[in-house]
């Protein structure tokens, strides 16, 4: 296939190039480096079966030639971004979608909407399966970010009705792994980095709060699965094994062999109090579940951070 990929020199955009390419895809990478890099695509220049295109997806979307999928991975996804670039994630959610899907209608392609966890916000049913609505502050600061996925789902649905585009929509749940920003501001990155520096992990609230962590690997492989799969979506694509933030914290601490200590903070505004996917729908529908441990996978995760901090 040839794909167009959105945010293609983001976390899991650059992964999921990376994967296409390696089945024998051709990949049309597309990114503006808001929160992409140019060093995780900067090995695939090289390849004739890569081209990138430096534009912001919130402006119209052109691309020549023949295109069979088109994946909406753009947009900024850190806490922090939320209050430094709230605009940009509203329209890369808004405008983004509308652009990309717009592209993909012209080229008779499939769309492939990453959407997000955030659209369940602090649920208040548990685990969250596909059919729950969610409960979310729609002007809160995490509201940004979470509006902007909820609108990007609808128009993908809306396009699907009206307009017979082929979609799929991926709900993902904290993902993980090597090439995350050292600043990122997630709470993975946030722990390693600071264990790494001998600086106390700055915990906030009282660490029960829960998160349910996947490994990149497998949520390419989600991704990779849906694509080629028939089912529209959404679908929860996130390891389904559930760990407090204290839990985390204490794993990061014992595997990079930091003397950090913890420190609280207060808990941030709307911050979720649970988060754990129900993926019965992905194991039926996709044959798709996890395979890495959260021990394993941020031991895979702390030698890139290392090599940023001391590169």
């Excluded at 979720?272 to 044959?287: S, V």
């Amino acid at each position: 296939m040839r794909v167009v990929v959105s945010g293609g020199a983001g976390f899991l955009g650059s992964a999921l190039c990376r994967a296409l390419l390696a089945r024998g895809d051709e990949v049309v990478c597309v990114d503006n480096f808001v929160t992409g890099r140019e060093d995780n695509i900067r090995e695939l220049m090289d390849d004739p079966r890569f081209a990138f295109v430096l534009h912001d997806v919130s402006l119209p979307v052109t691309v020549d030639g023949a295109v069979d999928a088109v994946m909406h991975l753009a947009s900024p996804a850190s806490p922090k971004d939320f209050t430094e670039i709230p605009i940009k994630i509203l329209k890369v959610g808004s405008l983004g979608t509308h652009n990309l899907i717009g592209l993909a209608r012209a080229k008779e392609a499939r769309f492939f909407l990453a959407s997000t966890s955030e659209v369940y916000g602090d649920p208040l049913v548990h685990p969250q399966p596909e059919t729950y609505w969610g409960n979310v502050n729609p002007i809160g600061p995490r509201g940004v970010y979470d509006e902007a996925k909820r609108f990007a789902e609808a128009m993908t649905m809306a396009y699907h009705r009206q307009h017979g585009v082929d979609v799929r929509i991926v709900r993902i749940f904290n993902t993980y792994g090597p090439r995350m920003r050292p600043d990122d501001g997630r709470v993975v990155s946030n722990f390693i980095v600071q264990a790494l520096q001998g600086e106390p992990l700055t915990l906030y609230g009282d660490g029960r709060q829960t998160r349910s962590f996947t490994y990149l690997d497998d949520e390419i492989r989600g991704f990779l699965a849906l694509l080629d799969s028939d089912y529209v979506g959404p679908v929860n694509i996130g390891h389904p094994g559930e760990f407090t933030v204290a839990e985390l914290a204490e794993i990061v601490i014992e595997l990079t062999g930091s003397r950090s200590e913890v420190v609280h903070l207060p808990l941030p505004v709307d911050d979720p109090t649970r988060r754990q996917p129900d993926i019965t729908l992905a194991r039926t529908a996709l044959g798709w579940e996890p395979e890495v441990p959260l021990r394993q996978g941020v031991a895979s995760t702390i030698p890139w951070f290392r090599s940023q901090l001391h590169g």
